[in-house]
């Protein structure tokens, strides 16, 4: 059923928008800010200490939820669920699009939010990027926060910082994680209730912490094979962490990474 679903979606939706004439969003801006290319850790022996005590708590905590999590869900499942948790992160990317004049990028993310969200039964199917994989249409995922807005307008990314559980970050990442999380994501938006202020049955901390909590899991079980590969190969697991998401950050600070 959700095959046909699939393939009418796809049909109608490539039709309307060869017929309207909408044109491609790919993004193609570049950025004019100050590329980092030396490792500025400054704080590594903190930060060593708290990569340790992450690595202590996936392994002890996180990683065993992750592995019976991905034991008992059946692909498709799981599937299912990270795509509905990346529909949800739509909202967050579609604000920093704006936030840093990326009009393109905007529209693009806009119309994957409405495609998923209607034919794709609230996200859980990723309709949009099938409709990309079959046109010259542009709706693949995006990424956008509001570490990489601030980057955009020149702010440096500061010394690297590994926090809490959160993993790898820098100062200005940080503040971005806290701007998103607090005013943009609609799961962890704190006490502002931006997105859900109008819906007041979905702005509580009864539905978000189970749903934040969700999230993390099958966010983590994702991460399981690659973080083993990453034990296996990495000499300095630390080192390769760091230079590989600060690297990144740049890249995608500058729109240079690939859409995902």
Same mark, same amino acid.
């Given at each position: ?87 949800? @992160?739509? #909202? ?6 704006? +936030?840093? !004049?990326?009009?393109?990028? %905007?529209?693009?993310?806009? /119309? &994957? ?83 859900? @202020?109008? #819906? ?6 009864? +539905?978000? !912490?189970?749903?934040?909590? %969700?999230?993390?899991?099958? /966010? &983590? ?40």
């Amino acid at each position: 059923m959700i095959n046909i679903i699939r393939t009418v979606a796809i049909a109608v939706l490539v039709s309307g928008f060869f017929l309207t004439g909408c044109a491609s969003t790919k993004t193609t801006a570049s950025a004019n800010v100050n590329n980092q290319n030396s490792v500025h850790d400054p704080l590594e022996s903190m930060n060593r200490a708290v990569f340790n005590f992450n690595e202590m708590v996936y392994d002890k905590v996180f990683d065993p939820v992750a592995r019976g999590y991905k034991r008992v869900t059946p692909d498709p499942i799981e599937l299912v669920v990270g795509n509905f948790f990346s529909n949800l @992160n739509e #909202v967050v990317v579609i604000t920093n699009s704006v +936030l840093q !004049l990326n009009y393109e990028s %905007a529209l693009a993310s806009s /119309a &994957r939010l409405l495609v998923n969200t209607t034919f794709g039964i609230f996200g859980m199917i990723d309709i949009a990027s099938d409709i990309s994989a079959v046109s010259d249409i542009n709706l693949n995922k995006r990424n956008e926060d509001f570490g990489q807005t601030l980057g955009r307008y020149g702010v440096g990314s500061g010394p690297y910082i590994v926090l809490p559980l959160l993993g790898p970050s820098s100062v200005r990442d940080t503040v971005g994680i806290a701007v998103d999380s607090f005013f943009m994501d609609p799961v962890t938006q704190g006490v502002t209730g931006v997105f859900m @202020n109008g #819906v007041p049955y979905l702005n509580t901390t009864a +539905l978000r !912490l189970p749903v934040a909590a %969700a999230r993390t899991v099958n /966010a &983590r079980a994702q991460f399981l094979e690659q973080d083993k590969t990453l034990e296996e190969a990495a000499l300095d697991k630390y080192e390769f962490v760091r230079d590989a998401y600060l690297q990144r950050r740049t890249s995608l600070v500058n729109n240079k990474a690939e859409e995902k």
